[in-house]
């Protein structure tokens, strides 16, 4: 059973930076694409950025440049830089793995998830 948790979240001024981490467990983590995904109140989780298992990375338009996602696999995590944050980053921020080394851009590419982090971003 994978199991996938996520630590890092708060409450930031806009402008600042957050690091999430999503700490992963139940199989050999270097395999599978993992990836961060949003949820804001009212809206669609949507898809925010993706690492494959090589370490090829692909970001939503609106945060590249802004966010990095890395992963280090002798700590089983992957992680998410958020730098420059606006008011709309603020959302639940999810972590995922795929069940495959290539990464998908909707949910339903992902087999699991962990239980959310939450970052409110202020103005």
């Known amino acids: 059973q994978v199991q996938l948790v996520e630590s890092g979240g708060g409450l930031v001024q806009a402008g600042g930076s957050l690091r999430l981490s999503c700490a992963a467990s139940g199989r050999t983590f270097s395999s599978y694409a993992m990836a961060w995904f949003r949820q804001a109140p009212g809206k669609e989780r949507e898809f925010v950025a993706a690492i494959r298992s090589g370490g090829s990375t692909y970001y939503k338009d609106s945060v590249k440049g802004r966010f990095t996602i890395s992963r280090d696999n002798a700590k089983n995590t992957v992680y998410l830089q958020m730098n420059s944050l606006k008011p709309e980053d603020t959302a639940v921020y999810y972590c995922?793995?795929?069940?495959?080394?290539?990464?998908?851009?909707?949910?339903?590419?992902?087999?699991?998830w962990g239980q959310g982090t939450q970052v409110t971003v202020s103005s």
């Open positions: 995922a793995a795929a069940n495959s080394a290539s990464y998908y851009l909707t949910s339903s590419g992902y087999a699991y």
